[in-house]
């Protein structure tokens, strides 16, 4: 493919093993990659300097520098701060789709190089095992983006830039191979080279300029990018030689894991375990038993042998690289939880403290999170700043999967009798995996219990990647696509906010919504609803009941009965106007949503992010990710810091801005309401309080709000915590009817506001002891009961049955139900009824075995009472409101034991 590799001396040839094309400079047959080729670097490294990670990366980050390429900072791993479509950052080109990829806007700058933290969990089974499969790497790029009026630079200068870089480092350019292959991801196409040393590869060299079209076309594309990504960790390891790509990229970790879980290292073992991976492509279970088995053979051991000795150095492994992973993503603000990003970071999380445990190891999580924060914060200060919040999460999700795993038992053991009464002899795998997704039990749980109850389940070697894959990326929402053709509606709000009504020219009509060239009603969006008003039309008013806006133009929804009366209107001039006090209302909570999440973000940490919002008249509300529940005490500091925001009466400025150019002065806090669409957006700032890219309406200044008041907080789903609050004369209203609660309770009780608190407390206790107190007498009833009727038994067969009715409640009856027929108890089948007409029936486990089915029985008896019932086998229960049939209901109840028994 290129000229460049010509002058620099490689020539094209055929991998004699793959077919693939390469180019290298001596002569060779192979192409230079696993499993074409083997390790030859372990214990011999390709350069005479040996470079850590932290080198590596500034040695490339300088190289590319002085080659006139701009250094830029890294971007949040958490990809979701800037687009909507991938949770997690997994390359350097992620940092610039979907908006610099697609043209629609700048790059940061034109070249540039990064050191992009990428984490892809794809592989996550196999992080420990191979040598070289981590979870979170680091991916050098130097990106050009190439425009017709623009062309910064293409294939030879990228190869020669790569050529260079690894001859920079010390690498022998024999050594290096060219190999010819294909890329394809994201919509995009193109050519591309990966770049191979001594059987590794280090780099791949991409060149985008091609869309993917349906059916498999390509179309080229305006924008041609180099996308190229340098597997920094790689060549810290092809440089010092280390079994392992993990002793190279963390070695310090990794010794104090070994002397922390007194693991005894075999270097053999692990060296030969990276030279038979890199001959393997480890996709399967049955990969890994083959990989097993061949490192077994060549060291002259059994495959368990190999394992006893190999898995406790793989555990060392697996924990290094998944704190490691854990640091980034905490710090960058991903919330564990049951969705999304944070799903992902609960599976790592507690495979870490599976193999800790596994370890035998007596420090906690945030112990080891510590000594990789230690590690990391030389080079990445950010982590060193939220340690104390990674801290409370990792305490906080260690308790929650100790918790998990103890109420897992049970319904584990549930599951599996279920199982057996199915006559099935095995757990499925879409049963470990719904109980891992629904529930968290990991599948090593569900093994051991399924194992002491001689059960069958086999885990796949790549249970995680399995699920992992599934939570990947987020699921788009089908949406049905309109065609309006319609010139972009004007937006007069914008410009003229205190604006009340307006003229505009009809266009036409879509359903039963009106198109205007131009309007003042603001289209429903970003959790703001839409404004409500009229449109005036010929000196008929017609009620505008909803405003919302396909593509650029905006609707205006009115009855279906009043669509007539627009015939013959178009390219007419219209009136219209919008109700006043609704757009004020709605712009004073809005602004208040800004100044609410900005007092989160100072009292409960930066890694506060909005979730969602839904803006209202009366109440709004705003979900945050958050890792717990709220406390009182941190309410009241929001709610007191928001208002002082109020107080500072400061201008709220509005403007329009180039997208990059946002980005570089704010930063990604500007999509705390969400990402939001174009090259040129909207920008609120809020001097030295907030700034957010948003769309909706605000008031000129904070003190236009008026009071803000915190109604509630609530957790809406595992790791968000909604805020429910009112803004300005809606908030009075609340806090007028707090009041009115408050005086209220302190009138029933007849008390001051003062003594209310103690006073409830004074009540409650009294009442929680007369309960208790309740409940006892309740229990001597009972027993005094069930001593009255021992002597009642009736002789049925091989059971003792018993027939009763008696003064009880429900719960009474079925107490006693139970405990008559359990094993110490001196019953098989026991039926209970009152005057209530409720009916209870009992069987023992041997009525059980027997056939009995009390659920059927009782089912059956509660007709006679004019209702239903039914239950469990052991305890079922019925009602109806023919009280006085309660004999015949327990005569018949008898009468069905009987003929069941005689039928068996």
């Known amino acids: 493919m290129s000229h460049q590799l010509e002058e620099l001396g490689y020539k094209k040839k055929k991998c004699v093993t793959c077919g693939n094309d390469f180019w290298s400079i001596n002569d060779r047959h192979t192409c230079g990659d696993a499993p074409c080729d083997k390790y030859e670097f372990i214990g011999n490294p390709a350069t005479k300097k040996k470079y850590d990670l932290y080198q590596i990366q500034k040695t490339f980050q300088e190289f590319f520098q002085k080659n006139e390429h701009t250094p830029i900072k890294r971007y949040p791993v958490l990809a979701k701060r800037w687009r909507d479509d991938v949770f997690l950052v997994g390359a350097s080109i992620y940092n610039f789709q979907p908006w610099v990829s697609s043209g629609m806007v700048e790059p940061p700058a034109n070249p540039l190089v990064v050191a992009q933290p990428s984490i ?14 981590m979870t979170c790497f680091t991916m050098g790029g130097h990106h050009a983006f190439n425009t017709p009026d623009n062309q910064v630079y293409w294939e030879d200068e990228t190869v020669k830039y790569c050529h260079d870089f690894i001859k920079h480092v010390g690498i022998n350019p024999d050594e290096i191979t060219f190999i010819e292959s294909w890329w394809e991801g994201g919509g995009n196409a193109g050519p591309c080279y990966e770049i191979c040393v001594r059987g590794v590869e280090l780099a791949t060299l991409v060149f985008i300029q091609y869309r993917t079209l349906p059916g498999g076309k390509k179309e080229e594309i305006p924008l041609k990018i180099v996308d190229t990504g340098y597997g920094l960790e790689r060549f810290a390891w092809i440089s010092q030689g280390t079994p392992t790509a993990y ?3 963390f070695g310090p970790i990794i010794d104090q894991l070994k002397d922390l879980a007194s693991v005894d290292v075999d270097k053999q073992i692990l060296a030969e375990n990276a030279q038979v991976a890199g001959m393997m492509d480890i996709e399967t279970f049955a990969d890994l038993r083959s990989l097993r088995k061949q490192v077994a053979n060549r060291l002259g051991l059994s495959v368990e042998e190999l394992e006893k000795s190999a898995e406790p150095m793989e555990a060392v492994y697996v924990v290094a690289d ?16 049951n969705v999304k990003e944070g799903y992902l970071a609960r599976l790592v999380l507690r495979r870490t403290i599976r ?24 080079h990445y200060p950010e982590i060193r700043k939220h340690q104390d919040h990674i801290h409370n999460i990792i305490s906080l999700e260690e308790k929650r999967y100790t918790k998990t795993a103890s109420k897992g038992k049970n319904l584990v053991k549930k599951s599996i009798k279920h199982l057996k009464k199915e006559n099935k002899d095995e757990i499925p795998l879409e049963m470990l995996i719904k109980l891992y997704d629904s529930q968290g039990i990991p599948p090593e749980t569900i093994k051991e219990i399924a194992e002491s109850m001689d059960f069958s389940v086999s885990v796949p070697d790549n249970f995680y990647t399995l699920v992992a894959n599934e939570h990947e990326e987020e699921v788009p929402e089908e949406t049905v696509r309109v065609e309006l053709n319609y010139p972009p509606t004007r937006l007069l709000f914008y410009d003229e906010f205190d604006k009340t009504s307006f003229q505009a020219k009809f266009l036409g009509l879509y359903e039963n919504n009106i198109i205007l060239d131009q309007t003042i009603f603001y289209p429903e969006g970003g959790g703001q609803p839409s404004d409500t008003g009229f449109i005036e039309i010929e000196g008929e008013k017609i009620r505008v009941k ?35 006090e609704r757009r004020m209302a709605l712009a004073r909570n809005h602004t208040a949503t800004h100044l609410i999440v900005a007092a989160a973000r100072k009292v409960l940490g930066d890694h506060i992010w909005q979730a969602g919002a839904q803006k209202g008249v009366k109440r709004s509300r705003i979900d945050l990710s958050h890792y717990k529940r709220i406390t009182t005490d941190e309410v009241n500091q929001i709610e007191k810091l928001a208002n002082q925001y109020v107080m500072l009466n400061s201008q709220v400025n509005i403007s329009w801005m180039n997208r990059t150019a946002a980005e570089k002065k704010y930063g990604f806090i500007l999509y705390q309401g969400g990402v939001v669409p174009g090259s040129s957006i909207r920008v609120i700032d809020i001097p030295g309080v907030d700034v957010q890219a948003c769309a909706g309406t605000h008031m000129n200044q904070t003190g236009d709000i008026g009071i803000i008041k915190i109604n509630k907080t609530e957790r809406v789903q595992d790791g968000v915590e909604r805020v429910d609050f009112s803004a300005g004369e809606a908030a009075v209203e609340s806090m007028q009817q707090n009041d009115y609660y408050l005086r209220s309770s302190a009138e029933v009780f007849k008390v001051n506001l003062d003594q209310l608190p103690k006073t409830c407390d004074r009540f409650f206790t009294e009442w929680k002891a007369f309960k208790n107190e309740i409940n006892r007498l309740k229990q001597e009833m009972a027993a005094l009961k069930m001593e009255n009727i021992l002597g009642k ?20 009856m079925q107490k006693m139900a139970l405990d008559l027929t359990r094993e110490e108890g001196n019953f098989d089948v026991v039926f209970l009824g009152n005057m209530d007409g409720k009916i209870v029936g009992s069987a023992s486990k041997k009525a059980q075995e027997s056939g009995v089915k009390i659920n059927e029985i009782i089912k059956e008896a509660a007709t006679l009472l004019g209702g239903g019932g039914g239950g469990r086998p052991n305890l079922a229960q019925g009602a109806g409101p023919k009280t006085d049939k309660m004999n015949e209901a327990l005569d018949s109840a008898l009468d069905s034991l009987k003929k069941r028994m005689i039928s068996d």
Not at 322 to 337: N, Y
Request: charge should be negative.
């Open 793 to 812: 038994a009736e002789k049925l067969g091989m059971f003792q049955v018993l027939k009763y009715q008696l003064e009880a409640d429900l719960p009474e």
């Open 322 to 337: 998944h704190t490691r992973c854990l640091a980034f993503m905490l710090a960058d603000g991903v919330i564990p939880s």
């Open 546 to 580: 909803h405003a919302q806006k396909l593509d650029e133009v905006v609707l205006h929804q009115i009855s279906p009965e009043d669509i007539p009366s627009l015939d013959k209107l178009t390219g007419k001039e219209i009136k219209g106007g919008i109700n006043w």
């Open 355 to 378: 193999f800790m445990q596994e370890l035998n190891m007596r420090e906690s999580l945030s112990d080891i999170m510590n000594i990789q924060a230690d590690f990391l914060s030389s």
């Open 120 to 133: 892809r969990l794809n592989d996550v089974d196999n992080v420990g095992r191979t040598g070289r499969h």
């Open 247 to 249: 002793d190279a990229s």
